[in-house]
């Protein structure tokens, strides 16, 4: 994948949060605060239709979100109704206020089965105490025991938390389906690695990717292994997914989830591959003795991070570690200690996984 197009931002401009900007004809872009370090805000989508609206993406569950969108609904919807809310996937800034849109306008929530599986797994698994699978892969991945306290403290219903009640059915998509917006047609495109089974939305004939958080400008979605599926490799699934990506035309409008709408898909993915070729390079030098995911985060990270930014760090760093061991690269070997350590292959003899 070749660099081509360098990146632009044709609108020059955003919405106030709470209103409407037009991107094309019939589509409009919203904005909404989010309470996230480094992320003040996320971009939703409304597709105006003949005798409706179709939301995609919901925000993050708040009162001040749930405000701004009322507003909208009174003054920016021509007296037409929401008739369906597509979240392109679970995290809680796109499906957490799902269950309030569905309730207010009485229609189903569509996305596809794996994020809305996932979400709801999450959602009913939400607890004050931490499940012991999770203390377990922390141990594993080198926590240390004052970061593993703080695990415990802080329980296991940050969604929850961050979720209107989440809609206890849904209608799902699947990859290559298209939906009809009023006089649009919408192809879902499904990208992995960033979540399990995430939804991007192009039009053909305005030539308008709707990326969510699998494509952003200016910075890299998060690709991590968490403790659902401790042995996965996501990176694969990510490089694999913008690969797919690449084969839109290379001057697609993209109207992703967070910054701002922009120009230049195909030099995008191409800096996604380079960035994270290099962060694979720079592991499989620094891997030649055994290291468990926790002492290679210098290695990745050039900054210095706080205990919430190390565990976010570490599952990025394992995405890598993991995508080496696939390859054959890497070995992953249990030490007495019961944590991961990663090696450069040609110097072990045996690994245990």
Known sequence: MNKK???TYPLGTRPEDGELLKVAEGIYWVRMPIP????DFINLYLLEEDDGWTMVDAGFNSDTIKNLWADIFEKHLKGKP??????????PDHMGLA????????IPLTMTMGEWTFGRMLYLEADDSVPDHVIKFNKKVGFTETMLEKVR????NFLRKSVYNLPESVESLEDGQTLKVGENEWKILIGRGHSPEHACLYCEEKDILISGDQVLPRITPHIGVYPSEPMGNPLHKFLDSISRLSELPEDTLVLPAHNDVFIGLHNQLSYYE?????RLMRL????DAPKTAFELLPVLFDRELNENDQRLAISEGLAHCHYLVESGELVRQ???????????TENVDTAVA
């Open 82 to 91: 929401v008739t369906r809310l597509i979240c392109t996937h679970f995290h």
């Open 5 to 7: 197009q360098e990146m």
């Open 284 to 287: 499989k030098s620094a891997c």
């Open 36 to 39: 996230f370090k480094g992320l």
């Open 153 to 156: 403290k802080g329980g296991f």
């Open 274 to 278: 380079d960035h994270h070729k290099e």
């Open 334 to 344: 249990v030490g007495d200690d019961g944590v991961w350590r990663f090696q450069l």
């Open 99 to 106: 269950g309030w849109v569905t309730e207010k306008w009485d």
